[in-house]
DNA sequence: CTGAAAGCGCTAACAA
DNA sequence: TTGTTAGCGCTTTCAG
C-alpha cells in the first residue's frame, strides 16, 4: 500500500514541460489548439511525473461535474438494481459519468442521499423516489439546484421530469390476456400487490380494479416474501386454483415459489402473471407471463433530457408503452382452452 | 423546473449575518467553539438565503472528499447488487458516503470507473474486480492513490487489501454434506462452476476437484443462462440424476428452472446446491442448500480498513469462513436416506 | 472568540 | 499559439 507522498499538480507538469500551467490544461483536454510539439512535451512530461487532473478543481472552476446522481430504493431489489445498470450502460456512451446511491429504503436516508448529491454539485439527479407522498420534498429541493428526473415512480408537484412506463396500459394488456386465455370462473383472478405507496403501485392497482371490479385485491410491499405470505394466505384460506395477477415480478416470484412448495402446479391449478420483465427475475421457473419495462428507452430519454442540448420544450412526463410477454406460467389459450 | 439563478455561498451568509465567511464556515460545521447566539445569527441567515455547501470546494480545500468509491462488475447480478446494498448500509452509520459505479462486466470500463474515482479523490475504493488478471492495473493504480480494498474477488500482486470469504472452506462444508447425506452412487456429483477468471471461481473450483477427485466438471459464466444451458447439456447427455454442485446461487438458479421444465424434480432426481446465501437468489423453489456469505460481517471490516483510525499493521488479506444453510434443494440425510 | 488572508487545483478571460 | 491573472467555494492558519 505504497501511496504517494506528494500529489502531482497541473503546476508541477507545468514546470517540468517548461510552459505555463494554462497551456498544460490546454494540452490535456485538447481544449484549444496548440503546436502538436509543445502538447507532445506536455503529455509526456505528465506521463513522467504520474500526473492525475483532479476534478474537484476542474468541477470548482468550471461549475459543473459532469456527474448525474441516481438514487435508487433499495440495490436489493433486482428491478432497480437492473434499472441502475441499464441506465450506467447507457450513461457510459456520453462524457457523462454515472454514481449510484442506494436510499436502503428509507425516506430520510433518500433525503440525505439527494442532498448529498446536489452538494456534490451533480449536473442531473435521477431519483426513483421510495414514497409517494414522502419522498416529495427532497425532490423538490433536487429540482431546485440540477435537472432532476423521477424513474419509475412518480411523485406529484415536485417541478421534475418523469420518465416511466405507462402501468395503466400495461395492467391492461395483462387484463387482455386474462379475458382471452383465462376461464375466469374456474380459475378466479386475484391481484396481489403493494400497498399504493408508489405510483407504480398505485396506477397498476387502480388499472386492475377498472377491469376486475369486484375480484379479489391483497396489498403487502414489493419483495418475494410477500408474494410468500400472500401464496400462503390464500391457500390457508381454501383456494385451490386461480389467476394470481401480481404488480411485480418480485412479487410473482414469492407467489410461484409457495405455491410450488405447497404442491400447487403452475399454470394448471394456478396462473401467475408479473410485472416489470427485467433482471434476473425474468428467468423464474416457470417462466413469468409478465408486462416487459422498456428499460433501455426509458434511460435513453433520461440522457435525452439531461443532454447538452436542452431538450426545449420537453415533455414534463414521459411514459413508454410496456409489452406483455407470454410465459409458461400462463399462456396462451391454445394451451389451456377457452371459455367460449 | 425554476432552477436558481444565483448560487449562494459563504460570503453570501456572512454578509447578510455581518460577520466573516470562516465565522459562518465554523458555525455551520461546528469545528470550532463560539458564541451560541451568532452561531444561531449565522444558521438563519444560510436559512433564509437557502444556502447549501459546497462540497467541492470544502474537499479541495480539506484534502478529502469523504467518499467511498464502489465499482461493481454488474448490478444485475443480484450477489454483487445485494453486497453494495449491505456495504451502503453499514457505511451508512460513518461519515462517509458509498457511492457506486458499474463497470457493465467490461475490464475497459472498469478501469475507466476506478480512474474516475480516483481523479474525482475518493478516500477510498472498494473493487470487486472483473478479471483475476486484467483488473490488475488498475488495482495498483488505485493503490497508489487511496487506500484500496478488493472485495470478494482477489487479484494477485496489487498491494490493496482484500476482504473476502473462504470460498476453499465454504467448499469443504459443501463436500461434507454431500458426503453426508447424499448417496454419491446414485446421485454422481457434477460441479457447475464458471470460468476461474476471479479468485472466486477459482478457489470454488479447486477446493471441489480436491475434494472429488475425477468428478465432472462443467465451467461457464456466473449467470442464470449459464446454469440453464449446463442443464440442458446434462440431460441431453442423457442424465437422469445426480448431485448438481454450483459455484454460486445464480447458476443454481438457472439449473432448477430448466431441471424443473424439463420434468425432473429437485431434490428428489437432482439435487441442486449454490453459493452465496444472500439477496434474492435466496428465495428460490425450492430454497436452496447453499454457502452464506458473511456479506455483513465483510462490509463491517471494509469500513474498519478505511476507517479515521487507520488499522495498524491491519491484514493485507482479511477471510471471514462463511456457513452452510440447508435447504430443501438438498436436504440432509434424514429425509433422503445415508447409503450405510 | 472572531477576522483577514491565503490557497487547495483547475481553467477561462484577457493580453501578448 | 502561449502566458498571466484571477477566482470557482471552501477552510485553516495566523493575528488580534
Known amino acids: 500500500m505504497a501511496r504517494r507522498t506528494h500529489r502531482v499538480t497541473i503546476s508541477d507538469v507545468a514546470a517540468r514541460a517548461g510552459v505555463s500551467p494554462a497551456t498544460v490544461s490546454r494540452a490535456l483536454t485538447g481544449s484549444r489548439p ?38 435508487v430504493p433499495d440495490l436489493d431489489n433486482p428491478f432497480f438494481a437492473s434499472l441502475a445498470e441499464h441506465l450506467s450502460r447507457v450513461v457510459e456512451t456520453s462524457d457523462i459519468e454515472l454514481l449510484v446511491a442506494s436510499a436502503g429504503d428509507s425516506v430520510e436516508t433518500e433525503r440525505r442521499m439527494i442532498s448529498s448529491f446536489l452538494d456534490r454539485q451533480v449536473d442531473s439527479l435521477v431519483v426513483i423516489p421510495c414514497d409517494e407522498v414522502q419522498s416529495q420534498g427532497g425532490l423538490e429541493e433536487a429540482t431546485d439546484h440540477a435537472v432532476t428526473v423521477q424513474l419509475d415512480r412518480r411523485v406529484l408537484e415536485t417541478g421534475a ?82 389467476t394470481l395477477v401480481a404488480a ?44 416487459r419495462q422498456p428499460v433501455e428507452e426509458m434511460s435513453r430519454r433520461i440522457l435525452e433530457l439531461v443532454g447538452d442540448l436542452p431538450v426545449d420544450g420537453a415533455e414534463q412526463e414521459i411514459r413508454i408503452r410496456p409489452t406483455l410477454v407470454l410465459g409458461p406460467s400462463s399462456p396462451p389459450a391454445a394451451r389451456s382452452g377457452r371459455r367460449s
Do not use: K
Open 161 to 242: 421530469y418523469y420518465v416511466g412506463c405507462d402501468n395503466r396500459y400495461g395492467m391492461s394488456l395483462v387484463a387482455g390476456h386474462v379475458r382471452d386465455d383465462v376461464d375466469a370462473e374456474a380459475q378466479p383472478v386475484v391481484f396481489v400487490g403493494a400497498e399504493p405507496r408508489s405510483s407504480s403501485a398505485h396506477e397498476r392497482l387502480e388499472e386492475f380494479r377498472r377491469q376486475f371490479p369486484g375480484s379479489r385485491v391483497l396489498l403487502g410491499t414489493f419483495d418475494v416474501r410477500w408474494g410468500q405470505q400472500a401464496a400462503d394466505r390464500l391457500l390457508d384460506a381454501g383456494m385451490t386454483r386461480g
Open 248 to 291: 411485480a415480478d418480485i412479487i410473482a416470484l414469492g407467489l410461484l415459489s409457495r405455491l410450488q412448495a405447497r404442491g400447487h402446479r403452475v399454470p394448471d391449478d394456478f396462473r401467475v402473471i408479473g410485472f416489470d420483465g427485467v433482471g434476473v427475475t425474468r428467468l423464474a421457473h416457470p417462466e413469468l407471463t409478465t408486462v
Open 34 to 71: 496548440m503546436s502538436p510539439e509543445l502538447a507532445e512535451r506536455v503529455r509526456t512530461a505528465a506521463q513522467e511525473l504520474g500526473y492525475r487532473v483532479n476534478l474537484l478543481g476542474r468541477a470548482l472552476r468550471q461549475q459543473r461535474s459532469s456527474v448525474m446522481g441516481l438514487v
